[in-house]
């Protein structure tokens, strides 16, 4: 079955610079990839996803690339704001699979002043 | 107001007392889940629901039952709680058809002793 790999872990970034957390995934049919912020005591919201058919998406300071070929995609957030330090999930999953995500570890990101 | 609900959001319990946690999502989704989140561990899916009368097991089921007798709620049920099962729990729901976020109740926190 497909299994989602997250690195780092943990993440602690000065103020201001850029924030990279990559997944690898192993079910190359797989086609929908979100990543979930969740902050401190709150739940898990949707804040970025992409569809294979796509290589790279954005949001203002959040975007999110795909390497279908290397099975890998990752997130990036630049200019990191103190309201940035959240765990941040991400997810795989295929349109035959029952909606099911397929959810990494996690990476705590933590924003320092 | 577009929302999912759970109750009790913060459960003490003790060893082989039945528990019910409850919940409720008021967007007319077809997809619900119950998500157990652990130290380390991220989400881990315990049972998931495509449509009512139609339940499935996640990754770790074992311990848990539930039941989607309505559309609207999704109740999870411990016949017999063991500390192993102390975490917090999250429900999910999702259109499933033409949008795959789900969106996550408040969660609840179970302590079993």
């Known amino acids: 079955g497909e299994n989602v790999e997250q690195h780092p872990s943990t993440l602690s970034v000065q103020e201001g610079d850029s924030a990279v957390i990559k997944c690898t995934y192993s079910?190359?049919?797989?086609?929908?990839f979100p990543w979930y912020k969740q902050e401190l005591g709150k739940r898990p919201q949707l804040i970025i996803d992409?569809?294979?058919n796509v290589g790279e998406k954005k949001d203002q300071r959040i975007a999110v690339t795909l390497n279908k070929t290397a099975k890998h995609f990752s997130l990036h957030i630049t200019e990191t704001q103190p309201e940035d330090s959240a765990v941040y999930f991400c997810?795989?999953?295929?349109?035959?699979?029952?909606?099911?995500?397929?959810w990494g570890a996690g990476t705590k990101l933590i924003i320092k002043p | 107001e577009a929302q999912v609900t759970q109750n009790p959001r913060y459960l003490i319990t003790v060893t082989g007392k039945k528990l019910t946690v409850t919940c409720s999502q008021n967007?007319?989704?077809?997809?619900m889940s119950w998500y157990r989140q652990d130290p380390g561990l991220g989400l881990r899916q315990i049972y998931y629901?495509?449509?009512?009368?139609?339940?499935d097991k996640g990754d770790v089921p074992e311990g848990y039952k539930v039941s989607r007798k309505e559309k609207r709620n999704f109740p999870l049920i411990l016949e017999s709680p063991s500390p192993n099962q102390t975490s917090l729990y999250f429900c999910?729901?999702?259109?499933?058809?033409?949008?795959?976020?789900?969106?996550f109740g408040p969660g609840t926190r179970l302590t079993v002793t």
């Open positions: 999910a729901s999702s259109s499933g058809t033409t949008r795959y976020e789900q969106y």
């Open positions: 967007m007319n989704h077809e997809y």
């Open positions: 629901s495509m449509n009512v009368e139609v339940t």
């Open positions: 079910d190359s049919a797989s086609n929908y």
């Open positions: 992409i569809r294979s």
């Open positions: 997810a795989a999953s295929r349109w035959d699979s029952n909606y099911q995500l397929i």
